[in-house]
């Protein structure tokens, strides 16, 4: 069965400052994987996506996210965080049965 | 598109009522998941349908639950009865084919007492 693991429950860095945030995978497949934002009180907003092809990933909001197989890893990155990204971040992998499994997910704090 | 809509936003009942969680996925998304959010257990899916069937429901935690999906711009989720433990956000989320993002809803807070 599929798993993901965030290792980090909550993540503080100050405004400006770059920030990554770690994912593992288990899967015995090609894996699709997404990055997903959620602020309080809404829904998981996605972030980004990798199918195939080149390894490192652009997505929304000036993010990105690297692919690394020999790792299992799909670790999300940004050079400069604004207070705005303060969120909760969800790392999932998706089968090809359809089904999404996510992380338990990383709460950002952002510092003036 | 209006996106995902969940209804109600939120929800409180006294132990042992019956409560119906609702939604409505983006028009043309053939797939449809409810998954349940608490601090304790993280997100949890409990059931998807592809096409208004149901595929896999082993995420249902025991016979109170239930959901259904008599077409495809519909879905409930009942618990029936509540109990405490049930309180959580539950989520509706859609996609269009099984490989695509999720798209989610605002969720439903659901307080039992």
């Known amino acids: 069965a599929q798993s993901v693991t965030q290792p980090d429950i909550h993540i503080t860095v100050s405004e400006g400052a770059s920030l990554e945030l770690r994912c593992n995978y288990s899967?015995?497949?090609?894996?699709?994987l997404f990055w997903y934002v959620q602020s309080p009180g809404q829904g998981l907003q996605l972030l980004l996506k990798?199918?195939?092809?080149?390894?490192l990933v652009q997505g929304i909001k000036g993010f990105e996210a690297e692919f690394k197989r020999s790792q299992s890893s799909f670790n999300l990155r940004k050079p400069s965080v604004h207070w705005s990204d303060a969120a909760e971040y969800f790392c999932?992998?998706?089968?090809?049965?359809?089904?999404?499994?996510f992380g338990d997910g990383t709460t950002l704090t952002v510092k003036p | 598109d209006a996106g995902v809509i969940q209804s109600p936003r939120h929800e409180v009942t006294e132990m042992g009522q019956e409560v119906t969680l609702r939604c409505k996925p983006i028009?043309?998304?053939?797939?449809l998941f409810w998954y349940r959010q608490t601090m304790m257990r993280g997100l949890e899916l409990l059931i998807y349908?592809?096409?208004?069937?149901?595929?896999?429901d082993s995420g249902m935690p025991e016979d109170r639950f239930s959901a259904k999906m008599p077409n495809a711009s519909f879905s409930t989720l009942k618990i029936q009865p509540s109990e405490p433990r049930d309180s959580a956000v539950y989520f509706c989320?859609?996609?269009?084919?099984?490989?695509?993002?999720?798209?989610f809803g605002n969720g439903t807070r659901l307080t039992v007492t």
């Open positions: 999932a992998v998706h089968t090809n049965a359809g089904k999404s499994t």
């Open positions: 989320a859609s996609n269009p084919d099984r490989n695509s993002p999720l798209h």
């Open positions: 349908f592809n096409n208004n069937v149901p595929i896999d």
């Open positions: 899967y015995g497949a090609t894996p699709y």
């Open positions: 028009s043309g998304h053939d797939y």
């Open positions: 990798y199918f195939s092809g080149d390894t």
